[in-house]
């Protein structure tokens, strides 16, 4: 090793690395593409530092805890609760004791082709819907068309 290429130790590795040499030309192009493609959107970006003090506190604080567990022996015994200190403890907390409101819809979905299915309605009854409305379509339609010129028009002479 003295600095300089080595020709089949290069190839060595890539061979057992997976590659061809080819395929890892072609994977090293990539590399630098999405390298650049990054570089590009984020470029010399920084990092604010609260950003960063959240991320090292995120990642690297470690917490304990400490805890006593007690069993149902050394709870002692819990008097059973009366009526009223029930009654007390719920007008305290009805808020916390109330359902969440529910809505019931129906949907009904209306698309051209469940509508539009001229199969379905009876030669009769498109016959009689015609005869109702012969009227609309007999007459013709008219249009009313305007334009406006701001130029002067010119005649031009054919030769």
Do not use: H, W
């Not at 650049?36 to 960063?52: F, N």
Request: hydrophobic fraction near 35%.
């Amino acid at each position: 090793m003295n600095g300089q290429f080595d020709r089949a130790r290069f190839e060595q590795i890539i061979r057992q690395a997976g590659f061809s040499e080819p395929r890892f030309v072609a994977e090293q192009r990539n590399v630098m593409l999405r390298r650049q493609i990054a570089q590009s959107v984020s470029g010399e970006l920084k990092v604010p530092a609260t950003t960063i003090a959240a991320i090292n506190r995120y990642q690297n604080e470690k917490r304990a805890i400490e805890y006593l567990a007690l069993t149902p022996a050394q709870a002692g015994d819990v008097a059973q609760p009366t009526p009223e200190a029930l009654t007390k403890y719920f007008d305290e907390r009805k808020v916390l004791f109330r359902a969440p409101e529910y809505r019931k819809i129906t949907l009904l979905a209306l698309s051209p082709a469940e509508l539009a299915k001229p199969g379905d309605v009876p030669e009769a009854d498109a016959k009689a819907a015609y005869e109702q409305n012969k009227a609309s379509y007999g007459k013709p339609e008219r249009r009313e068309l305007r334009r406006s010129c701001s130029r002067t028009r010119r005649r031009r002479r054919r030769a």
